[in-house]
């Protein structure tokens, strides 16, 4: 796998992270802990599914 593949696919995926993962620390600080899981769930599937597609299409 070329290093220029991930500085053009995986921007868009890392910034759906970023963004997920802060409304996830937002719902923590209001004590919604179930709310707050699933956002880092998601957050974490967001950057693991192109991830794991560029790993293995090679």
Not at 11 to 28: C, D, K, Q, R
Not at 29 to 47: D, E, S, T
Request: some cysteine.
């Amino acid at each position: 796998m070329r290093a220029g593949v991930l500085f053009t696919i995986m921007p868009v995926p890392v910034a759906v992270l970023i963004y997920t993962a802060s409304f996830g620390l937002w719902l923590l600080r209001h004590r919604n802990i179930r709310g707050a899981v699933g956002a880092f769930v998601l957050a974490a599937g967001c950057v693991a599914a192109p991830l794991a597609l560029l790993l293995i299409r090679g």
